[in-house]
């Protein structure tokens, strides 16, 4: 579903990426990791067109996709929870997930049923604003705004941080439902790391802004991976 090839991304004159080519198919959690500051979340935004990357190649679902802004790259299927969630806090609960339908045809704006199966209080908070929500519920709304645009790709960032327990297991809950429905890749940047390996399919492990290794449970094993995240 994507491909990536050579990317490089640059903030002025730093260059942060260097070079990452990966792969994430279709029904499977590929999952970044390493240590802060490697560029992860750098990675999850050129992919997004958040931040323009400054060269490579991507690919998605078999097209190649130029350097396109983050509005365009939704419309053709990348949805995008990033780290802090970016709700709208004066927007109801309702409103935020109704801007999910700017990536959809006319036809298609409505709330679909899965959406309060998965996140429950969401339907019992549809009239709350979003800023009066707790970190946890106004995770599961981000998550439930980037359902609402049915992704081919899915790209969540770090989705358990600040997350109180009981929501973490919900969200695994969730991604585990995602991932089986075979309708996305899922690219997943987590430190929490128990979570992150119950969850994925593929491993990423970055450093300096580069791929240090990456392989499936079959090829890394945990004692690998734990090694290979550790400052």
Do not use: W
Request: glycine share 10%.
């Amino acid at each position: 579903m994507l491909k990536i090839d050579n990317l490089t991304l640059h903030y002025g004159s730093s260059q942060i990426l260097n070079g990452i080519s990966m792969e994430a198919a279709l029904g499977q959690v590929t999952c970044v990791m390493g240590t802060n500051g490697v560029g992860k979340t750098s990675l999850l935004k050129a992919i997004s067109g958040t931040h323009a990357r400054s060269g490579g190649m991507m690919e998605l679902d078999g097209e190649q996709i130029g350097k396109l802004p983050a509005y365009a790259l939704a419309r053709k299927g990348i949805g995008y929870v990033p780290q802090g969630r970016d709700i709208f806090p004066l927007l109801t609960v309702k409103e935020n997930l109704e801007t999910g339908y700017a990536c959809l045809p006319r036809s298609e704006h409505k709330i679909p049923r899965e959406v309060f199966e998965l996140f429950p209080i969401l339907k019992d908070f549809l009239h709350r604003r979003g800023g009066d929500l707790s970190g946890g519920q106004q995770q599961q709304l981000a998550i439930a705004r980037a359902m609402i645009t049915k992704p081919k790709l899915l790209l969540l960032d770090e989705p358990t941080e600040g997350i109180q327990p009981n929501i973490i297991q919900q969200i695994g809950r969730v991604i585990e439902y995602l991932r089986d429905q075979q309708t996305m890749a899922i690219v997943l940047v987590e430190q929490y790391f128990d979570f992150a390996y119950g969850l994925a399919d593929k491993f990423v492990v970055m450093r300096r802004g580069a791929v240090l290794k990456q392989g499936t449970k079959a090829e890394l094993t945990r004692e690998e991976l734990v090694e290979a995240v550790s400052v």
